[in-house]
Nanobody, 126 residues
């Protein structure tokens, strides 16, 4: 499975961006997906996760209420809608996928993921 993120860029504080993560390859398999981010000089951290079926989601406390993860399985794409962006949201954002048997499970731990995209840079600055 190959993952490609898009939608990053420069945005002012308070603005919005919608990131996309599109999968190619054997996409008829069963994958849960997560978004992670890594700011300069910091470790990569969990942002959001979504189950295979899309009905279960989870968020880091720092983004809860501002970010929304969703998926369109027909398009093999997972989205991360980011609103009310803050300078501290500046980071490279990565999507990751892992095979799962369970339709309702999501995963917060980056070490549980098998596949990673190359990342897309989000810069929040005035």
């Amino acid at each position: 499975v190959q993952l490609v993120e898009s939608g990053g860029g420069l945005v002012q504080p308070g603005g919005s961006l919608n990131l996309s993560c599109t999968a190619s390859g054997p996409t008829n398999s069963r994958y849960a997906v997560g978004w992670f981010r890594q700011a300069p000089g910091k470790e990569r951290e969990f942002v959001a996760a979504i189950s295979l079926g899309g009905g279960a989601t989870d968020y880091a406390g720092s983004v809860k209420g501002r970010f929304t993860i969703s998926r369109d399985n027909a398009k093999n794409t997972v989205y991360l809608q980011m609103n009310s962006l803050k300078p501290e949201d500046t980071a490279v954002y990565y999507c990751a996928a892992r095979y799962t048997y369970y339709r309702a499970n999501y995963y917060r731990n980056q070490y549980e993921y098998e596949y990673w995209g190359q990342g897309t840079l989000v810069t929040v600055s005035s």
